[in-house]
């Protein structure tokens, strides 16, 4: 599963996020505000994805935002982040997108919404998935400036809680007459011949580790590049997603 860093000032809130991330199997670490989360940061905190509240005392959420995908270490510059708020505004949701918010998430939030947008924002293609929502958040605002946007900007934008768009891993309706090819219910099941020596490197690795990233240091390679082995080899051997891959390589591990 993901270490998952989440800011935010409300306690209860924070205390709700953790509880339920970490009944999915998920690390939580926690930060009460801006300038603790960055120096947990600054400090080696690596985490998979960051959920981002704005408004918070010392430093708000904007510029934890703008510091993080500005930093030198391409790691850090790298992790998603998902904007987690109570501003509501269509200029704030465009804003998101444009500085590299993959999602915008408005409170109250339906927890099982915020579950699912966490993995997807893990799985995806981070510089792929980023540079779509800041096109159409960029399109969007030029449309808004000339009098011709209509409707909500999510619609045009993959940071909203009612609509996932991660770019190619949103998964699309089958052509007329295409053979549905059953997902893998079971480990048992599975078939690794298929796979190259390298795959299957990457499929123990993820296994044997807590997390996606220590795994990735594990291996010497990216996170990003990982997640594309791991969404192969999930293709390969018809696992649903990567999270179930990752959850049927950790039960073979144990």
Known sequence: MALVFVVDDEPDLRDLVRL?????GHEVA???????????????????LVLLDLMMPKVDGWEVL?????DPDPDVAATPVVLLTARAGE????????EGALRYIVKPFDIGALQRAVVEAV????????????TSALQH?????????????????????RHVRFSRLERQ?????????EAQPAEADLDLSSLSPKQLEVLAAVGGHPTVRVASAA???????????????????????????????RERAA
């Not at 703008?66 to 500005?70: D, N, T």
């Not at 799985?123 to 800041?134: H, P």
């Not at 309706?173 to 090819?181: F, H, L, R």
């Open 91 to 98: 200029m704030d949701r465009i804003r998101g997108g444009i």
């Open 219 to 249: 291996l010497g390679v990216s996170r990003s590049n990982v997640y594309a082995s791991l969404r192969r080899i999930a293709t390969k051997l018809h696992v649903a997603s990567v999270h179930d891959l990752v959850t049927l390589a």
């Open 30 to 48: 926690v930060a009460a505000d801006g300038a603790e989360a960055l120096a947990c940061v600054a400090g080696g905190l690596r985490p998979d």
């Open 66 to 70: 703008r510091r993080l995908k500005a």
């Open 141 to 161: 605002l030029v449309r808004l400036e000339r009098g011709e946007a209509e409707g909500d900007p999510c619609d045009q934008m993959a940071v909203d809680e």
């Open 123 to 134: 799985e995806a293609d981070e510089a792929e998935a980023r540079l779509a929502v800041q």
């Open 173 to 181: 309706p089958d052509p007329p007459g295409a053979t549905t090819v």
């Open 20 to 24: 339920n991330l970490e009944l999915d």
